[in-house]
């Protein structure tokens, strides 16, 4: 007998999961604005034009419990906090990279042009 095959709404399911997590406003947009690099909380507060300082907050500690995200503390003073990939998060560059083309190609919209870093 065929063992049943894993329901997609399924919590153990991979796309699922990969979906709890970019799925959530601005999570892809603050890993986008890592790729290019390690930023501190003001520099990436910029790069993601509209969210909220308690936002970027709870977006970075989530990424970081998740292994996505490495949080440093730079002694001071002042005392300042850096923020960068990990392996796993920078794993992730090849998918976005993926998932912009294919934004471009099926999604026109006027305006709304990816970050540079995910153009092929």
């Not at 153990?12 to 890993?31: A, D, N, P, S, Y």
């Not at 976005?96 to 083309?101: G, H, S």
């Amino acid at each position: 007998m065929a063992e049943p095959q894993e329901s997609c709404t399924s919590p153990e399911h991979g796309l699922t999961r990969v979906f709890q997590v970019l799925g959530k406003r601005w999570t892809g947009m603050i890993i986008a604005a890592l790729m290019s690099g390690p930023g501190h909380f003001a520099e990436l507060r910029r790069a993601v034009p509209g969210i909220s300082e308690r936002m970027l907050s709870d977006r970075l500690a989530e990424l970081a419990s998740l292994g996505l995200v490495l949080r440093c503390v730079e002694e001071g003073p002042p005392l300042r906090v850096c923020y960068r990939l990990t392996e796993a998060g920078l794993a992730l560059k090849p998918a976005m990279v993926e998932l912009t083309r294919w934004a471009e190609e099926c999604l026109p919209e006027e305006g709304a042009r990816c970050p540079e870093q995910f153009r092929a």
